[in-house]
């Protein structure tokens, strides 16, 4: 099934060819590549908007996942009864906000990945809440990531690596690490059920 990958910003250069060939591949190490999917490619501005209206939160974010299917349980394949349900939801990629976060050593579309596999494993029910649900989505990133890496010869690490570290602390009761240059912000997946819309280190995009 199709993947629909729009860039509606223009603060970042943004090859989409070089994107859709690694979301791709993580579409097929995550078993999901007949499902739809969107990925939409925005600045910090709209970014922000969007992470306002949906969780309140006025701030730009790396990324926010917007599930097609509702009360998947982590790691469940949806099973269409119709056409229409073959649509997994959409990811917004704030594009911006990650290339201003991304390190010196870091490759601009490796961590595009890493973030929209992220993304990608919350429309499948995957929840970072507690360290039970984040162990079970850590390990299904580190598998799909393992996977492209070996076609790749990257290491790419999952984004939520380090969420549950001896130096993470609580906020509002859910376990965040500590918020020093270079790292994104937490995030969380926008519930289902929703209607959705359609400098520091800097990396070479």
Known sequence: MSLVLRNLQRAV???RARLR???QAVRRALGVQRFDLGVVCVDNRKIQQINRIYRDKNTPTDVL??????NLKAGEIPQPDFPDDYNLGDIFLGVEYIFQHCQENEDYYDVLTVTATHGLCHLLGFT??????WQKMYQKEKQALEELSGHTGTRLQPLTRDLFSPKCHSVDGKWVPPQAPGTRAPH?????GHCWPVGLHKCQP
Not at 65 to 70: A, G, K, L, R, Y
Request: proline residues 13%.
């Open 21 to 23: 060939e690694k979301v």
């Open 13 to 15: 250069p943004l090859r």
């Open 65 to 70: 996942s917007f599930p097609f299917h509702e």
């Open 128 to 133: 970072h809440s507690t360290e039970a649900e």
């Open 188 to 192: 969380a997946e926008v519930p289902a």
